[in-house]
């Protein structure tokens, strides 16, 4: 089920000294003048109260095809300003320069549409309810006025992350959902009577579609902060792809579980730091039982190994029936597979012998079928 649980308000108080600091490691942090410090409290408390606005946060509470409608109506209306741009136009000209940005954007919103049916939804001052990621970038790019910049964006989503925590799936969606209202507002430029295109709309689009996305949701997820708690401390020296699957993990049993992805992280750090106390690890010992010992203090034991089922427990997991039988087959591959082996070797046989009969091809089959037992 979807988790709906969110942190609660912090103080009104001013975002912390180290939003202002660059995520990588040995960058040379800005000098923080007057004017960086006031737009990082305006963004910070621009973002806490919009989150705060949206309310209590509900699971597929929207019309399922809300994002595919957006993205099609919008899809339209520039087809319909491609065709009629004017040759002698500045706008027109510029439009038509960035029809493969535009084209490019709008095939990543329409691919992200169907998956946001999933995420979590909340209400616009409209009273439709969209899918959180949307009303997020919406209001993200209302305080920036449609200038999009990384840094500002990381700080923006981790306001809103102090009153509504975001699933990480939603974080994914942060992107295409960018770029979905900035094409709805360029096409809104030249829907408009003698309005104008705003180039920076064009040029925020440009700068959403080529941003370090790997790295900004590294730096704005709650889980990675909990899993670099791991005592081994193997997780924060793991490639990309390593940790992008002990993430996915997390993902899939927060779906079936009545609590929040970050609550899961923390519930399998538990569990570590319970192995570490039970056998007094410290890093040092005999090497053979030190492997063993720190191989069940590793955050990953209880994601991907013989831990698993410790935490499925701990975290009250209830997967769907298809979900029990993958499991149940993943525990015990060998026996289904020696089993699919022979009920399908049985299968041939009886089909084979089907013309001679009634009794002799199903006896047939049963004492070939028991020959690899006899060897």
Same mark, same amino acid.
């Given at each position: ?8 308000? &912090? ?20 000098? /923080?003048?007057?004017? !960086? ?8 408390t621009h973002a806490r109260e919009e989150a705060a606005r949206w309310g209590k946060a509900e699971p597929r509470r929207a019309?399922?095809?809300?994002? $595919?409608?957006?993205?099609? %109506? ?8 491609? =065709? ?26 329409? $691919?992200?549409? @169907? ?7 909340? &209400?616009?001052?409209?009273? /439709? ?8 970038? !919406?209001?993200?790019?209302? /305080? ?5 910049? %990384?840094?500002?964006? /990381? ?13 990480? +799936? ?16 360029? =096409?809104?430029?030249?829907? &408009?009577?003698?309005?104008?295109? &705003? ?14 996305? @790997?790295?900004?949701?590294? %730096? ?17 020296? !793991? ?8 993430? @996915? ?13 970050? $609550? ?12 570490? @106390? %039970?056998? +007094? ?23 991907l190994d013989a831990g698993l089922p410790a935490l499925k427990h701990r975290i009250a997991y209830r997967p769907q029936p298809m979900a029990q039988v993958r499991d149940l087959i993943l525990r015990a591959p060998n026996g289904f597979y020696?089993?699919?082996? $022979?009920?399908?070797?049985? =299968? ?6 089907? +013309? ?20």
């Open positions: 089920m979807q988790n709906q649980r969110s942190t609660a308000p &912090q103080e009104n108080s001013p975002p912390p000294q180290r939003w202002l600091e660059p995520s990588t490691p040995g960058a040379v942090p800005p000098v /923080a003048d007057d004017a !960086m410090i006031r737009e990082t409290q305006r963004l910070w019309h399922p095809h809300v994002i $595919e409608n957006r993205a099609n %109506e919008t899809s339209e209306r520039l087809r319909e300003a491609f =065709a009629s741009a004017p040759a002698d136009s500045s706008d027109s000209e510029w439009l038509l320069d960035n029809r493969n940005l535009i084209r490019t954007a709008q095939r990543e919103t329409r $691919e992200v549409s @169907k998956l946001s049916r999933k995420h979590v939804h909340v &209400q616009e001052s409209t009273g /439709a309810w969209v899918p959180r990621s949307y009303a997020a970038s !919406m209001s993200y790019l209302d /305080a920036v006025d449609d200038r999009f910049e %990384e840094a500002s964006l /990381a700080l923006y989503l981790r306001s809103v992350q102090e009153v509504q925590e975001l699933e990480m +799936g939603e974080i994914w969606a942060i992107k295409p959902m960018l770029q979905l209202v900035l094409l709805e507002r360029i =096409a809104a430029d030249r829907g &408009q009577h003698g309005a104008g295109l &705003q180039p920076s709309r064009i040029t925020s689009l440009r700068d959403a579609g080529e941003a370090s996305w @790997k790295e900004l949701f590294e %730096e704005v997820n709650l889980i990675d902060p909990v899993l670099r708690r791991d005592p081994v401390d193997a997780y924060r020296s !793991m490639d990309y792809d390593s940790r992008d699957l002990y993430r @996915k993990v997390i993902a899939e049993l927060a779906t079936y579980s009545d609590i929040a992805e970050r $609550e899961i992280a923390e519930a399998a750090i538990a569990l570590t730091e319970q192995t570490v @106390k %039970e056998t +007094g690890w410290n890093g040092h010992g005999p090497h053979l039982e030190e492997r063993r010992t720190a191989r069940r203090c590793h955050v990953g034991y209880y994601l020696l089993i699919g082996v $022979e009920l399908t070797t049985f =299968a041939i046989v009886v089909f084979l012998l089907s +013309g001679l009969q009634v009794l002799t091809p199903i006896l047939a089959g049963l004492i070939l079928l028991l020959l690899p037992a006899t060897q």
